[in-house]
């Protein structure tokens, strides 16, 4: 039987199987091959000590462009003892999940052995949003050379095709032979707009107890695509322009599926799991009345969640979450200032945020807080209201209802064109790249994204927007916040602040010192 071995790649979490195998799995079992999947990211921690991962995701997440002698030869020897796995197989085709920009150099590093170190003649199909990741340099390291990493993969023929977008209906094509769907190198790519056209997600061949915690398995789970939002910092719309959700009957029934394979958390994928609140409820409602059950009485699920207005809710609302199984939400309050909300696209007040609070209290639900430091017509007075966020709500975080708090990195655009707003005239640098030339390759994508300056608002240079990040790391940590990724982000800002040279709007990055001691 003709095989499709389903590759993943660094750098991902490990927490529950890859979403895109247990999606695809089913697709490529229509299209008449058998599936089989293979996570490097998984085998690499399973075979390989703590101290070169370390070492390799550094090299993923591009904190240095080089491995040492010691890492490089354990990759080769694990890459191609990987490989070796994978073609024992004998697959006629091999699909490469390039999840984000932190996996494209995984992929070609996949890649680029697969083609000078195999004979492995088939074919070779990459996807995933990070196929779209500038490289920012061609092959001789010229500055100034931005290609696509699905570009490159193509030229350098390391794949014969890459998927773009809605990959369930492209993939199907591409295996029956129809090149030209959308989607498929370079087609612009077609929205799915019936997901109960889809088949349930199937984790069959990588069951959610091979992972970690294996003490509370879990899976994904899409309920929707697209957002009834459209925040100007976002580019859910770009990719799904039209929100869609599935019926609930089809979403519990593959929650029930999947807790009979074993798993009792259940991620949602989604950009919103409260987008249509009619559907929403009925979910809860559904999953109530299954949580009776002995055998389901421990599913829970997470997943991103917007605040909504109080009068769009209600207290019930929140009792039936909770029997739902609701454990944690994510949420993107972004801002406390009104101002700066309303800016963005976001209409909850803090009335709005203040009940949301109080709900997740009563009802035992933990709240993940999403926040933007430095969005272009941020004040100091707005820097201010955030800071007064962490007092007024740190009762929940001492409860732990607040879960933990996230401050990202500091405002980044490329589409500028995206904010309407009479308070911002945005203007990039176009000489701001040419200004961080040691930066390790992988990282300038993310630089780029700093270079810009608010004419209405020229006192919000980039060092001011860093300056402020680190206010309120420090605070957090005073208040006894926890907070997510501060580590890995504030090594990144470590590291793209201390390679600009000669930028005026910078002036001095002396703090950076201190950041080094106030990791989490």
């Not at 699909?95 to 052995?113: N, Y």
């Not at 059950?293 to 019930?316: A, H, M, N, S, V």
């Not at 926040?371 to 740190?394: C, I, S, W």
Request: aromatic share 12%; glycine share 6%; charged share 25%.
């Amino acid at each position: 039987m003709n095989r499709f071995v389903f590759v993943t790649l660094p750098s991902v979490e490990l927490e529950r199987p890859p979403a895109a195998a247990g999606a695809l799995a089913p697709i490529i079992k229509k299209a008449g091959l058998e599936p089989v999947i293979k996570d490097f990211t998984l085998y690499l921690f399973q075979n390989v000590s703590n101290h070169i991962i370390q070492k390799l995701e550094k090299y993923w997440r591009g904190k240095v462009d080089k491995l040492d002698h010691e890492a490089r030869t354990e990759l080769n020897k694990h890459l191609d003892f990987f490989i070796a796995d994978i073609l024992q197989n004998d697959p006629t085709w091999i699909g490469i999940s390039v999840f984000s920009r932190f996996s494209v150099v995984a992929a070609d590093e996949f890649l680029q052995a697969i083609k000078h170190r195999t004979k492995f003649d088939g074919k070779i199909v990459v996807g995933g949003q990070g196929i779209s990741s500038e490289l920012n340099r061609d092959n001789n390291n010229e500055i100034g050379v931005k290609q696509s990493f699905a570009e490159h993969a193509l030229q350098q023929e390391l794949c014969h095709y890459f998927i773009q977008g809605d990959s369930e209906e492209s993939l199907y094509a591409l295996l029956t032979g129809d090149i030209t769907h959308p989607g498929i190198n370079g087609v612009a790519p077609k929205q799915i707009l019936n997901l109960d056209d889809l088949p349930m997600n199937d984790y069959s061949k990588i069951p959610p107890t091979d992972y970690y915690p294996s003490h509370m398995p879990g899976v994904y789970i899409t309920a929707s695509r697209g957002c009834v939002r459209k925040c100007s910092f976002c580019n859910v719309p770009d990719l799904w322009p039209k929100f869609r959700m599935r019926s609930p009957e089809s979403i519990v029934a593959e929650i029930k599926h999947n807790a009979d394979q074993g798993a009792k958390v259940f991620q949602f994928t989604d950009s919103l799991i409260n987008g249509d609140l009619k559907k929403w409820r009925k979910i809860n409602h559904q999953l109530a009345e299954l949580r009776k059950q002995e055998q389901y009485k421990d599913i829970r699920y997470l997943g991103q969640f917007i605040c909504r207005p109080k009068k769009q809710q209600t207290e019930e609302d929140w009792y039936w979450y909770a029997k739902g199984g609701a454990d944690i939400v994510i949420v993107g309050f972004e801002s406390y200032s009104p101002k700066v909300r309303k800016s963005m696209g976001k209409y909850h007040d803090n009335e709005d945020v203040d009940f949301h609070f109080e709900q997740c209290a009563k009802y035992g639900i933990k709240t993940i807080c999403l926040m933007f430091v430095g969005y272009p017509n941020e004040t100091q007075k707005d820097h201010e209201m955030n800071l007064e966020f962490l007092y007024r709500y740190k009762k929940y975080a001492d409860a732990g209802t607040i879960h933990m708090v996230r401050w990202g990195y500091t405002g980044m655009f490329f589409k500028s064109q995206k904010i309407n707003d009479d308070e911002i005239d945005i203007v990039l640098d176009p000489y701001f790249e040419e200004k961080f030339s040691s930066l390790p390759l992988s990282l300038r994508d993310v630089a780029l994204g700093f270079s810009w300056v608010n004419q209405k608002n020229p006192t919000l240079t980039l060092n001011e927007r860093m300056r402020r990040r680190l206010e309120l790391h420090k605070l957090s940590v005073d208040l006894g916040w926890p907070q997510t990724r501060s580590e890995e982000e504030l090594t990144l800002l470590i590291a793209i602040m201390k390679h600009l040279t000669n930028v005026n709007a910078v002036g001095d990055l002396s703090y950076l010192d201190e950041l080094k001691d106030l990791h989490d």
